[in-house]
């Protein structure tokens, strides 16, 4: 079965940046598009980010010019740069994928902003 493995979340200061990681386990075939969620305490899981297999992006409209979303096929992993962070942009990040048997999500990342 094909698994997500997310990397890269932790502590950053308000304008810092991070980037996440998610690799899945699979072949080139085994996910098409990806993207990113997060969930913060008490709300709901809200996209961030998308990337078809095909390189087309589609971002949330509170990230926009402040985080990408890139993917090397090559290597199965899809990353999310952010930059300029918020403390709003703290909450806990998946990694989602789909795949030919259905959605699958990653475990998730913890990304906190703050002085």
């Known amino acids: 079965q094909v698994q997500l493995v997310e990397s890269g979340g932790g502590l950053a200061q308000p304008g810092g940046s991070l980037r996440l990681s998610c690799a899945h386990n699979?072949?080139?075939?085994?996910?098409?598009?990806m993207g990113w969620y997060r969930q913060a305490p008490g709300k709901q899981r809200d996209m961030v980010a998308t990337i078809t297999s095909g390189g087309i992006t589609n971002y949330a409209d509170s990230v926009k010019g402040r985080f990408t979303i890139s993917r090397d096929i090559a290597k199965n992993t899809v990353y999310l740069q952010m930059m300029n962070l918020k403390p709003e942009d703290t909450a806990v990040y998946f990694c989602r994928g789909a795949a030919p048997t259905g959605i699958i999500w990653g475990q998730g990342t913890q990304v906190t902003v703050s002085s």
């Open positions: 699979g072949n080139r075939y085994s996910v098409n598009a």
